[in-house]
């Protein structure tokens, strides 16, 4: 199990919850002007590869390197004023409005002016958005072989808010939000301590956790944050993985069900707290065509004859393996293989039974997510009896500790 796999998948369900509200659309603001004018050095230390923040920022604070956009030549930066440092500290570069950067080879080019260097670190006055995300601080921008990442560095605790004002309802009650809270900064924690990249973190989308920006963040979110500030869980003295999902149906999962390795404290847990989920039970109806069109994305060439069953399951009763066939043609596969390629909103769960219907397919299923670890509507089922979020943490990853950040 690589740790890629395992944030992806602890994460991927859950995230469905999340709903999709954007920035609203801006008007195009004034073309760039980048400053000619040198200014004296900010406040920072830079390093190679390194984010830095202020000292005020530095001080007593923890940072996350959250990836906002990669995989691309350009990202659009706005602010009423964008300012950008190179790494020797100077100011390399001023725009009003709306700036566009972009890679070239090993070198970022500024709006329409000249190339700089590889790096640059830029701030806003008074904010900066990155796309359609507001970030507080400052970010990073580096030129990689034409591609241009756009890093933001956000206050530990700052990050938490965020992640947990997309990954949980704010309706659900403040224990459950605080648990939740509690589990977003131990994997942000953990993340930090295993880069994905020596440039950054942690991925700001599905990958890992989402993060949209900092801005509209309800109180109920930054409270549950502040409640457990700097608690993270602990199985003897190593960060937990802390993974979550939504709804477990009646019965969470053993990790080693999903990732093919035993974690002591990710074991299934009889839950009758999330009843009240809207997934508890769920159905879907999928169409011939698209059954026609998941087994072709699965290599199997749909003819008349298609089936789709279950041929194996986990000793909780999720579907373990799924055998797609036609025509002379099978193909067993993993469920979750099976579940991504049908959509994880559609087949919200493996906890499922599927039958051949008029017209395509019939599923039926409980919960939603992959099961393992803390069950989301379950945690609230629980706050709702009067459990803590000590309480919660203890059932969801039995035999682990809650502890400051720094053990
Ligand atoms: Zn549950």
Redesign the pocket.
């Known amino acids: 199990m690589t740790t890629t796999r395992f944030r992806s998948a602890a994460v991927a369900a859950l995230l469905l919850l999340s709903s999709c509200a954007g920035a609203p659309p801006r008007e195009a603001p004034p073309a760039p002007q980048p400053s000619p004018v040198p200014a004296p050095p900010p406040v920072v230390t830079p390093r190679p590869g390194v984010v830095v923040p202020s000292p005020a920022e530095a001080a007593g604070t923890r940072f996350i390197r959250v990836l906002l956009s990669g995989g691309t030549q350009e990202a659009v930066l706005e602010g009423k004023t964008i300012r950008a440092w190179g790494v020797d500290g100077r100011l390399a570069a001023e725009a009003t409005g709306r700036v566009t950067l972009a890679a070239v080879g090993e070198r970022i080019r500024w709006g329409g002016s000249g190339l700089l260097g590889d790096t640059l670190d830029a701030a806003g006055d008074p904010d900066l958005r990155v796309g359609n995300r507001e970030v507080v601080g400052r970010i990073r921008l580096l030129a990689r072989k034409g591609e241009l990442l756009a890093i933001a560095v956000v206050p530990l605790e700052t990050y938490v808010s965020a992640v947990l004002s997309r990954e949980a309802p704010p309706r659900f009650h403040p224990e459950a939000l605080s648990a939740m809270a509690v589990a977003v900064r131990t994997y942000a924690v953990g993340a930090a301590a295993k880069p994905r990249d020596p440039a950054y973190d942690v991925v700001g989308s599905v990958e890992d956790q989402v993060f949209d920006g900092v801005d509209g963040v309800s109180a109920v979110f930054r409270e549950a944050t502040d409640r457990t500030r700097g608690l993270v869980v602990r199985y003897r003295g190593e960060l937990a993985r802390t993974v979550y999902h939504s ?4 019965r ?1 999962e053993d990790a080693g069900s999903v990732w093919g390795k035993d974690i002591p404290y990710l074991r299934s847990q009889s ?1 009758d ?2 009843a009240d989920s809207p997934a508890y039970r769920w159905e879907y109806r999928m169409s011939e065509a698209e059954g026609r069109r998941v087994a072709k994305a699965l290599g199997v060439p749909p003819g008349k004859d298609l089936r789709i069953a279950v041929t194996a399951r986990t000793p909780t009763g999720r579907a373990g393996r799924v055998r797609i066939s036609s025509g002379g043609v099978s193909r067993e596969l993993q469920a979750a293989e099976f579940r991504k390629a049908a959509g994880y909103a559609k087949v919200r769960s493996l906890k499922m039974e599927v039958v051949p219907a008029a017209g395509g397919w019939r599923f039926t299923g409980e ?1 939603w997510g992959h099961g393992v670890g803390l ?1 989301q ?2 945690a609230n089922g629980m706050a709702r009896r009067g459990a803590g979020f000590r309480e919660i943490l203890a059932r969801y990853y039995p035999g682990t500790e809650i502890s400051g950040e720094t053990p």
Do not use: A, H, R
């Open positions: 709804t477990c149906g009646g969470t839950c707290d999330c919960g069950c509507f379950g």
